[in-house]
Each structure stands twice: as structure tokens, then as C-alpha cells.
T-cell receptor, first 116, second 114 residues
Framework: NAGVTQTPKFQVLKTGQSMTLQCAQDMNHEYMSWYRQDPGMGLRLIHYSVGAGITDQGEVPNGYNVSRSTTEDFPLRLLSAAPSQTSVYFC???????????????FGQGTRLTVV | KNQVEQSPQSLIILEGKNCTLQCNYTVSPFSNLRWYKQDTGRGPVSLTIMTFSENTKSNGRYTATLDADTKQSSLHITASQLSDSASYICVVADRGSTLGRLYFGRGTQLTVWP
């Protein structure tokens, strides 16, 4: 049971380059999210999806793009990388809304991105 | 503004000792409160989930408490082990959003020394 799988684990980009962070889950979860974690700050929501074909913006969406063509995959695209996007990125998934008591949110192992 | 504040920022204890981590929140409308453990270089892993009707919840050596009136929670770790060294994150879910938005604290970095 793989859970939530993120690739790559590490990436170095030059300013202005674009790339896609991959996230896949094998738990048939409808809800998927992307967060970034910066030193001294809590995780912040970038984008989320409540099902295939449905996405919405979170707290810090600028510079990022998402799509959800399948239940399993939720890629995060950096359109033109900037040093301010240097961070650790986490993908999470859950069966439903996390307002439900028995709804666990499962996190991937993270992608550490450095933009130079 | 919805916020989650944790204290202390960091803590060092000796193996076998107990410790308590604190969390204060202003998230409204409140749905549930979660404690996560995050090992270095890994994603957060859930320890406990509590709603406003639950005062205490245990998971092995971890015991979380919640006072919904004062909007405070604590995580008590008993008989600490070296493997408890990690960041412990308090997370509060709001009831008003489509996603069930999670608000994350900055975490308490716990180091257990032998």
C-alpha cells in the first residue's frame, strides 16, 4: 500500500524555469491538496481538489497551477520558478472533508525544491 | 484571523522523561483539532483527532487534551523515547469551507537525549 507518493524528492531549478511536481495516491481519495512548508511557518495551502475535474485556490496560489484529470493524480505546476518558491512541498489526500472526525489526511514525503 | 499558536518552539528532554506541548487556536467555526508528528525529512503523520465534545484522547504514550471553551489543547508524551524526537504540529480544521480547511501551527521541535 503506497499511500501518497511524491516525485521528485529533491529538485534544483533556475529562476524562470518551469516544472511539475507529481503526486499520486492509491487510496481512491476524492480530496487532494498541495501545501508548502517554509522555515518557521506552518504548512500553507496552495491549491486543492475535491474530485476529478474540480480544483480551487488555497491561501498562496500565485505562481502555481493545478489540474485533476484522474482521481489518483494531482500534479502541481510551477509556471516560472522564482527564488521565493524555494520550499518543501507536501501533497495530501483524504477520503472526504477533514471536518469529519474519522477523515484522516495522509501526507506524502515531500519535495524539497530550491530555486537559484 | 484564523491562527494556531504552539509553545514552546523547541524542547529538549532526557529519555524516559515526560513532556507537555501546548496549542492555542482562534479558528472559527471549529470542527476538530489534530496533532501530527513530523520526522525530519518526512511528511506529517496523524497522532490524534478530537472534536469539541472530547476532552482527552490517547494514542499509546501520546495523550491529547482539548478545552474548546478556552480554545487550548495540549499533547502529553509519557516516558519519552529517542524515536520521539520530531516536530509536533497542532492542526485545526474549520467547519465552514468546502475542503474542511486545515490550519497548521509552526510546530514544537522536540529533541530527546539519551
Amino acid at each position: 500500500n503506497a499511500g501518497v507518493t511524491q516525485t521528485p524528492k529533491f529538485q534544483v531549478l533556475k529562476t524562470g524555469q518551469s516544472m511539475t511536481l507529481q503526486c499520486a495516491q492509491d487510496m481512491n481519495h476524492e480530496y487532494m491538496s498541495w501545501y508548502r512548508q517554509d522555515p518557521g511557518m506552518g504548512l500553507r495551502l496552495i491549491h486543492y481538489s475535491v474530485g476529478a475535474g474540480i480544483t480551487d485556490q488555497g491561501e498562496v496560489p500565485n505562481g502555481y497551477n493545478v489540474s485533476r484529470s484522474t482521481t489518483e493524480d494531482f500534479p502541481l505546476r510551477l509556471l516560472s520558478a522564482a527564488p521565493s518558491q524555494t520550499s518543501v512541498y507536501f501533497c495530501a489526500s483524504s477520503y472526504g472533508r477533514t471536518t469529519r472526525m474519522n477523515t484522516e489526511a495522509f501526507f506524502g514525503q515531500g519535495t524539497r525544491l530550491t530555486v537559484v | 484571523k484564523n491562527q494556531v499558536e504552539q509553545s514552546p518552539q523547541s524542547l529538549i528532554i532526557l529519555e524516559g522523561k515526560n513532556c507537555t506541548l501546548q496549542c492555542n487556536y482562534t479558528v472559527s467555526p471549529f470542527s476538530n483539532l489534530r496533532w501530527y508528528k513530523q520526522d525530519t525529512g518526512r511528511g506529517p503523520v496523524s497522532l490524534t483527532i478530537m472534536t469539541f465534545s472530547e476532552n482527552t484522547k490517547s494514542n499509546g504514550r501520546y495523550t491529547a487534551t482539548l478545552d474548546a471553551d478556552t480554545k487550548q489543547s495540549s499533547l502529553h508524551i509519557t516516558a519519552s523515547q529517542l524515536s520521539d524526537s520530531a516536530s509536533y504540529i497542532c492542526v485545526v480544521a474549520d467547519r465552514g469551507s468546502t475542503l474542511g480547511r486545515l490550519y497548521f501551527g509552526r510546530g514544537t521541535q522536540l529533541t530527546v537525549w539519551p
